[in-house]
């Protein structure tokens, strides 16, 4: 069952808390045993006075918290949330079209970054780290806002856009960083810290 899955992960299952096919399919691209957990829906709400660039962690952070007490020994639970920061203000889903039009004009001819935060948890351990891509933007006119929006509908994307999608192809003229992350996993951090996260569960188990 295991023979195309990555050896020093062999023993280890990881349980995806997340709604995103993107990123299922994200992960699955390590090579691990994923299994996609139902979800519960987690209050998203933040200190007012956080840093911007603590949100996406933090709430993370958040959506763990109802599923460590179920975990079973070898499973690592992985959530995450994604975060686009504009000038300083955090924006998340739209709320709907006007909101998701009003997001895209604020990118519009500028530089935002995207910050991923990841939290990884055991039945004994919980880690948290976040990644940041700094994404460019070309001046986008109404016309093809309202195009974008009309027919991709992005409702659940951070900043009111796909980078894979239409908007990515035409919209964006630089990136800085992780192009998975702004996907909604940042893959080589990400690969890295779930080696160091496996390692420890094996060697716990051999004391």
């Known amino acids: 069952m295991n023979d195309n899955r990555y050896k020093p992960l062999e023993g280890c299952k990881v349980l995806l808390a997340s709604h995103s096919p993107r990123r299922r399919q994200l992960l699955e691209k390590l090579d691990v045993d994923v299994e996609v957990l139902p979800l519960?829906?987690?209050?998203?709400?933040?200190?007012?006075?956080?840093?911007?660039?603590?949100?996406?962690?933090?709430i993370s952070r958040k959506k763990a918290?109802?599923?460590?007490?179920?975990?079973?020994?070898?499973?690592?639970?992985?959530?995450?949330?994604?975060v686009v920061i504009n000038r300083g203000e955090v924006l998340g889903k739209p709320a709907d079209a006007e909101d998701a039009a009003r997001m895209l004009r604020q990118l519009s001819g500028h530089t935002h970054k995207v910050v991923t935060g990841v939290t990884l948890a055991s039945n004994k351990r919980m880690v948290t780290f976040s990644a940041v891509t700094e994404v460019d933007f070309a001046p986008l006119s109404h016309e093809t806002i309202d195009y974008y929006i009309e027919k991709y509908r992005p409702f659940d994307k951070a900043g009111a856009y796909g980078i894979q999608e239409w908007i990515g192809y035409v919209g964006i003229t630089g990136i800085r960083g992780d192009y998975y992350n702004v996907m909604g996993l940042p893959l080589n951090a990400l690969f890295e810290r779930l080696m160091v996260f496996a390692n420890s569960l094996h060697n716990r188990g051999n004391h």
């Open 40 to 58: 519960v829906e987690v209050n998203e709400s933040y200190p007012a006075k956080m840093a911007s660039e603590e949100v996406a962690g933090y």
């Open 65 to 82: 918290h109802p599923y460590v007490s179920g975990l079973k020994d070898g499973e690592i639970l992985l959530t995450a949330d994604t």
